[in-house]
């Protein structure tokens, strides 16, 4: 199993481009997760979908979109990307149930000029 | 008072050293509480869930005091591997989710 997968591990962007991270999981995950790593500020949550079909605004949801293509996948889009989305992207899943352990695909590392 | 806050360290010790962290939580009704590791420039990984009654793992305990509201990890015979930045991590609850709340993380160096 490859567990939880993103694409790409690297981006560079121009302020205003867009796109997406791909993010996909092979544990039959109902829960998937978008987070946002910055230098002191933590983990943070973007969106969230708790299954197939649903999707919720997390701590910063701002500026970008998501998608729940299917069960495995789970994609985040940047529509005009800012510098102050320069950062780690941290897919994530989940069973749906009282342990909610959550496992970490390997990050898109994200620099928007 | 942050939702989840943790010592930044970075916490220096030799190897064969018993290393303490804690992690301070403000919202009572959390539910579920973890560890994890990250090391530098990777993903984190899920060290350890938390269980009321405590739980060890080799040479890993890890404690809940759900009265003074925080976690702990304990480390014994800390190993040069044992270097990372380590993550505490509370759930919770709203509606039919449950969220994940980090704090930004405690680094540890462990010296030959």
């Known amino acids: 199993n490859a567990g939880v997968t993103q694409t790409p591990k690297f981006q560079v962007l121009k302020t205003g481009q867009s796109m997406t991270l791909q993010c996909a999981q092979d544990?039959?995950?109902?829960?998937m997760y978008w987070y946002r790593q910055d230098p002191g500020m933590g983990l943070r949550l973007i969106y969230y979908?708790?299954?197939?079909?649903?999707?919720d605004k997390g701590e910063v949801p701002n500026g970008y979109n998501v998608s729940r293509l299917n069960k495995r996948e789970f994609s985040l889009r940047l529509e005009s990307a800012a510098p102050s989305q320069t950062s780690v992207y941290f897919c994530?899943?989940?069973?749906?149930?009282?342990?909610?352990?959550?496992?970490f695909g390997p990050g898109t590392r994200l620099t928007v000029t | 008072r942050k939702e989840v806050e943790q010592d930044p360290g970075p916490f220096n010790v030799p190897e064969g050293a018993t290393v303490a962290f804690n992690c301070t939580y403000s919202?009572?009704?959390?539910?579920?509480f973890f560890w994890y590791r990250q090391d530098c420039r990777k993903e984190p990984k899920l060290l350890m869930s938390?269980?009321?009654s405590g739980n060890e793992d080799g040479r890993f305990t890890a404690q809940l005091n759900r009265a003074s509201q925080y976690i702990s990890l304990l480390i014994r015979d800390s190993k040069l591997s044992d270097s990372a930045t380590y993550l505490c991590?509370?759930?919770?609850?709203?509606?039919?989710?449950?969220?994940?709340?980090f704090g930004k993380g405690t680094k540890l160096s462990v010296k030959p």
């Open positions: 994530a899943s989940s069973e749906t149930g009282a342990s909610y352990e959550q496992y």
């Open positions: 544990m039959n995950h109902n829960s």
């Open positions: 979908s708790a299954s197939e079909g649903t999707t």
């Open positions: 919202n009572s009704a959390s539910q579920s």
């Open positions: 938390v269980y009321s």
């Open positions: 991590a509370v759930m919770n609850y709203g509606g039919s989710q449950g969220n994940l709340i």
